[in-house]
């Protein structure tokens, strides 16, 4: 999905908002508070079943049965790349209708154009217009589906933070979309990823960030807004002064990281992970290395770039490049990912916290990780480490998910062992 290239336009509509924002706000009367800011709603992804990829006509074509006036789907353009194709039936033929991308928007006839494939879809369900028929039926496509991201729902929802308002300073490192970079918004510090514009990944940063929308918890990065500047997207985060957790385990060592830091540590991530548990909502990359610690030492999820809402999940694609030695057999093998599998990693990132960072599953070639796993090995338990987290661990490592604890569960017997190490309550 070419979604990126709509940005431009989106732009228009962003001054179009501050615009009036300034009116609204301004003057105020002396004796009165101002109105308190709208509160912000959750940005949904719209789903696109009856988008196929890269299929060829033929295929396309196979696909259709029975030949029902109105069954369509939309595929990538072998011919034409970077345009897609309208596939429907009528009277027991299929007629392919080529979709360009036009001024940055998509067109069948250049009379009506749109933002995305979806309000493309939308337009031709409710009137043939020009087509030889209505969309009527959707042929969904098995296996994982695709999703597009509406840059505009960011606006409406109330995420939009001028770009004006946010200083760029320095980078703070380098994440799977591009670079991370401190930031000022209103006088406080932030974290700003940036996106170059990159269509496909565009997709991806959107879909983190519209989850990100529908998050809040103490315990999970939060998202404070989303800046549209051209074509580059930024997302902006609450800053975490001491940087991911990975690296904060290994520069401080043992001589610095104290009993209680690591329970503390490995308490407040399971209670942010018991927050997305109640949501079904899958992480699929949690790691030490996905962690990231505030000023105050608090410890908070980030990086839902791979997580989906469990109903939004369908099997994913096998060219996704998964971390082998944190994700769950049956996750590696038949891509079934869960709360569990979650788990799973989470037995993972405290085998992390208790050895200091260390790479997991020492001396082991990465290839022979999942074999060796599934005939029963677990690693051992890490130098000094309670035997009662120990067992935790094993519990997470189960091979039958079903005997796995739950987050819920785990975050109870992480609080009574806190509490016997003297930690702090400090964040949930
Ligand atoms: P990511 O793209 O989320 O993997 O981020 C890459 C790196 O940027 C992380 O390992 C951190 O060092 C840094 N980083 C990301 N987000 C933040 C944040 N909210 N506050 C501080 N540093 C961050």
């Given at each position: ?27 105020t ?20 079943p ?10 396309a ?29 009528w009277?027991g ?27 493309l ?7 043939a ?14 296996g994982?589906q ?6 505009k729902?960011f ?8 770009p ?10 380098k ?21 170059k514009?990159?269509s496909k990944?565009?997709?991806?940063f959107l ?12 315990n999970?990065v939060?998202?404070l ?12 985060t ?6 991911s ?15 209680t ?12 992970m018991?927050?997305?548990?109640r ?29 989906w ?12 490049k ?24 989470f ?11 260390r ?19 677990v690693m ?9 987290v ?21 975050s ?17």
């Amino acid at each position: 999905m070419n979604q990126t290239a709509s940005l431009v336009n989106h732009w228009m509509d962003l001054k179009d908002s501050f615009g009036m924002e300034r009116m609204t706000t301004s003057p105020t009367p002396p004796d009165m508070a101002l109105p308190p800011r709208p509160r912000k709603g959750e940005v949904k992804l719209n789903s696109m079943p009856w988008f196929h990829g890269k299929i060829s006509r033929d295929k396309a074509e196979e696909l259709l049965r029975p030949r029902e006036d109105g069954l369509f789907l939309v595929r990538e353009s072998t011919n034409f790349p970077g345009d897609y194709t309208l596939c429907v039936c009528w009277q027991g033929r299929v007629e392919h209708y080529r979709v360009i991308y036009k001024d940055n928007q998509l067109t069948i006839d250049e009379e009506e154009f749109f933002d995305n494939l979806s309000n493309l879809v939308e337009h031709y369900e409710k009137d043939a217009d020009g087509l030889c028929t209505m969309l009527s039926k959707p042929l969904p496509k098995a296996g994982s589906q695709e999703y597009c991201v509406d840059v505009k729902a960011f606006l409406e929802a109330g995420w939009a933070i001028p770009p004006k308002d946010v200083e760029m300073l320095e980078s703070l490192g380098k994440g799977e979309f591009g670079e991370v970079r401190l930031g000022m918004l209103r006088g406080e510090k932030v974290a700003v990823k940036v996106l170059k514009e990159q269509s496909k990944a565009a997709q991806k940063f959107l879909a983190e960030a519209s989850l990100m929308t529908s998050i809040k918890h103490p315990n999970l990065v939060q998202l404070l807004g989303v800046v549209i500047e051209g074509k580059n997207i930024y997302l902006v985060t609450e800053y975490m002064s001491k940087g991911s957790l990975l690296e904060y385990l290994r520069s401080r060592g043992r001589l610095h990281v104290t009993k209680t830091d690591q329970i503390n540590f490995a308490f407040d991530t399971c209670a942010g992970m018991v927050y997305l548990e109640r949501r079904s909502i899958i992480h699929r990359d949690l790691a030490a290395r996905n962690v990231l610690i505030s000023e105050d030492g608090v410890a908070k999820v980030a990086d839902f770039g791979l997580a989906w809402r469990e109903e939004a999940t369908t099997s994913e694609s096998s060219d996704r490049k998964l971390p082998i030695k944190w994700t769950a057999p049956e996750a590696l093998r038949k891509n079934k990912f869960s709360n569990k599998s979650d788990m799973w990693s989470f037995g993972i990132l405290l085998w992390e916290i208790y050895s200091f960072g260390r790479v997991p599953y020492p001396r082991i070639q990465l290839n022979d990780v999942l074999r060796k796993v599934e005939h029963g090995y677990v690693m051992d338990a890490p130098e000094g480490c309670p035997p009662q987290v120990y067992e935790l661990m094993k519990r997470a490592w189960n091979l039958n998910q079903d005997l796995r604890p739950t987050f819920h569960e785990v975050s109870i017997l992480l609080g009574h062992l806190r509490g016997g190490t003297g930690g702090q309550k400090k964040s949930s």
